[in-house]
């Protein structure tokens, strides 16, 4: 018996929970259930959370959390419990699974059966950002080996368990060769732990055109956030069931289970609403504690349902439906097929009855960490690099000389082109003379001499290697 979390939300929440719930527990669920207030009434008692203390208590001692659709209230400064959520728990890997439902629901992509597997906590999505000069801003991309570690590592064990042959890794590692580079490298040295499972990597831009032309070609599909938040969702519009996904949210402690649609106040309270949402992410819930056999028997009543043309109105389509139900006949009807399999549609069969238990990030031995130069970025409203190298060469101290200066990434000096473009903004590389040591002390002093010559540094980076080997990217066209 697992002890999970329930709030039902806003809406049409209430309506499709209990359906979902009615139709788990006829499968044979083993769940004790607790119930937590969230979401609209909590804002508008005042709490800009949408969530009180007490109900974070009960979801961190269960925690498993199944959540309905909540109403974020519009202005007043309330926060989406949906992030919160994510990032207080560290819930690190979002699954989604995309599957089309051909002939019951339009789809150009018959036979698409996906399942897109997001690193949730950190990329471009940790959010830091500054504005650096007049002309230009950034965006610091951050990418961990333990991020990388637990997202690839779920995709792997999340495939085995059900029954999945191949595990594809979506990264831009022609381009960022530190950062999408290590998801890419540790996706390599993990899939080697799952000989089984056939792996492999596609640079992104022809991986998500090959995904919307020809997603039969893709069983799992791992990547970091900014890339899986946008593919989850064109791989659920193609399937053209979008109203029809659940999603997963799982963290080595914390896991919670939702529909991807929002709470349609507008639907409520009339027995109109489709559960399929949630119950994907019940089925999900399912997955995950273990109760694989409840699952599997779940899913294939409900594709029986689907195909036997029992429809809620919002795939209702005449010709193809048989029969227009409401929340509560449809999940009845969901009921009456538990133990039967589908014949049109694919059954499933997953391949165990055990939970998803994925080891702790153990930290490897630290590698021999050298200073090899620095990277001092100038605010310099010129257009002409080779008057800021005469500039800059007048800082140089202890050996130490600017060996490089680059515009948005791009090469300008020594030998740039006079058609290269600049912004304000310019990273100034200082390396040292062979047989020169670089000192965390000489970058002070090279600091010291730009207020002295008036320069406007803005940050700086510091160049390492790891282990003999260069840990910081050239410049393009260096």
């Known amino acids: 018996m697992t002890k999970i979390t329930v709030a039902k939300g ?5 309506e499709i929970m209990d359906a979902t719930l009615e139709i788990i527990l006829a499968a ?8 937590i207030e969230v979401g609209e009434k909590v804002y508008l008692a005042g709490n800009t959370a949408g969530i009180a203390p007490e109900a974070w208590d009960t979801i961190r001692k269960n925690k498993v959390f199944l959540k309905a659709p909540i109403t974020t209230p519009q202005g007043g400064g309330y926060k989406s419990l949906n992030v919160t959520t994510r990032k207080f728990l560290g819930l690190y890997s979002n699954v989604r699974p995309c599957r089309s439902l051909h002939p019951f629901v339009a789809t150009k992509h018959p036979i698409m059966d996906i399942v897109i597997v997001r690193e949730n906590e950190e990329d471009l ?4 950002e500054h504005q650096q000069t007049d002309e230009v801003v950034q965006c610091l991309k951050l990418i961990s080996r333990p991020g990388c570690e637990k ?5 792997f064990e999340y495939a085995k368990q059900q029954n999945r042959k191949k595990v594809t890794c979506f990264t831009k590692d022609n381009i960022m060769k530190q950062t999408d580079g290590l998801f890419h490298q540790v996706f390599d040295e993990i899939a080697k732990e799952y000989p089984q499972i056939e792996n492999e990597h596609w640079i992104i831009d022809i991986g998500a055109a090959k995904m919307a032309d020809t997603p039969e070609a893709f069983d799992v599909i791992v990547m970091p956030n900014l890339y899986g938040d946008v593919l989850s969702d064109v791989a659920a519009q193609i399937t053209g069931s979008v109203g029809l996904a659940g999603s997963a949210n799982i ?6 289970f939702e529909a991807i649609h929002g709470s349609a106040p507008r639907r409520a309270g009339q027995n109109v609403a489709n559960p399929s949402g949630l119950l994907q992410g019940a089925i999900m819930m399912l997955n995950h504690i273990g109760q694989t056999q409840v699952a599997e028997k779940v899913q294939n009543a409900w594709l029986k349902t689907m195909e036997e043309g029992i429809h809620t109105y919002d795939i209702f389509k005449e010709g193809i ?5 409401g929340t509560k006949e449809f999940a009845k009807a969901v009921i009456s097929n538990l133990g039967h399999m589908p014949t049109i549609l694919k059954p499933v069969f997953y391949a165990n009855n055990s939970a998803l238990i994925l080891p702790k990030y153990n930290r490897s031995t630290p590698k021999n960490k050298e200073l090899v130069g620095v990277d001092v970025f100038v605010h310099w409203s010129g257009s002409d690099p080779n008057a800021l190298a005469i500039h800059l060469q007048k800082i140089e101290s202890k050996g130490v000389k600017l060996s490089m200066i680059t515009n948005r990434g791009i090469k300008v000096w020594p030998d740039g082109f006079k058609e290269t473009f600049c912004t304000d903004h310019w990273r100034c590389r200082f ?5 020169v040591e670089m000192k965390k002390s000489t970058i002070i002093e090279l600091l010291q001499n730009a207020v002295r010559e008036n320069i406007d540094t803005i940050k700086t980076e510091n160049l390492y290697n790891f282990d003999g080997k260069a840990a910081y990217s050239l410049g393009q066209g260096q």
């Open 28 to 35: 044979g669920a083993k769940i004790e259930i607790e119930e």
């Open 251 to 256: 963290g080595e402690e914390c896991s919670m």
């Open 321 to 325: 439906s048989k029969q227009k139900v």
């Open 125 to 128: 999505y940790a959010g830091i």
């Open 10 to 14: 806003d809406g049409i929440g209430p």
């Open 431 to 435: 390396k040292p003379d062979e047989g």
């Open 151 to 155: 997202i690839v590592r779920y995709a």
